[in-house]
C-alpha cells in the first residue's frame, strides 16, 4: 500500500503544481496581451511621430527656401542702399563746396557745371528760372550740347 499511498501523494502533488502552473501560465498570457496592446499604441505613436517629424522637415527646408530669397533680397537692397548713400554723399558734399565757394551748379553726365544767372531765356521755352532749369536734366543736356555761355564747366579740385 505504500505504492498506492506514494501515488496518492504524487498524484496530489502533481495537481497542486498544474494549478500553480496554470495560475503562472494565466498571469503571462495576461501580461503577454498587456504588453501586446502597449506595443500596438507605442507603434501608431511611433508612427505619428514619423509623419510629424517628416512634415516638420518638409516645413524646414520650406522655410530655409524662404529665408535664402529674403536673405539675397535683402542683399541686394543693402548694396543698392550703400550706393545710394555714397551717391547722396557724393552730392551733398558738391552741395557743401558749392555753398563754401558761393557758386551754383549742376551736374550733367557726370560733370560740372556753374551756373551764372538767375533766370535764362531759352528758345521755344522762353524765360526760366534757375530752379526750373535745374530739375530739368534734359534741358541742361541740350544746354550742354548747344554750348551756352551760361553754363560753365568747373574743374574739380583734387584732393
Do not use: C, W
Amino acid at each position: 500500500m505504500d505504492t498506492i499511498e506514494s501515488l496518492k501523494e504524487t498524484v496530489s502533488q502533481l495537481r497542486t503544481d498544474n494549478k500553480t502552473i496554470t495560475t503562472e501560465k494565466n498571469a503571462a498570457v495576461k501580461a503577454l496581451e498587456a504588453l501586446t496592446t502597449k506595443h500596438e499604441t507605442l507603434s501608431g505613436q511611433h508612427t505619428s511621430v514619423v509623419a510629424d517629424k517628416d512634415k516638420a522637415l518638409g516645413d524646414l527646408k520650406e522655410l530655409t527656401t524662404t529665408y535664402n530669397a529674403l536673405k539675397s533680397n535683402h542683399d541686394a537692397f543693402v548694396l543698392e542702399s550703400t550706393n545710394e548713400i555714397g551717391r547722396l554723399s557724393q552730392e551733398l558734399t558738391s552741395a557743401k563746396s558749392d555753398a563754401d565757394n558761393s557758386i551754383v551748379s549742376v551736374s550733367v553726365s557726370n560733370k560740372k557745371y556753374q551756373v551764372i544767372g538767375k533766370t535764362f531765356n531759352v528758345q521755344d521755352r522762353g524765360t526760366i528760372t534757375l530752379e526750373e532749369l535745374r530739375k530739368d536734366q534734359k534741358l541742361l543736356k541740350e544746354l550742354v550740347d548747344l554750348g551756352v555761355g551760361f553754363l560753365v564747366p568747373v574743374q574739380e579740385k583734387s584732393v
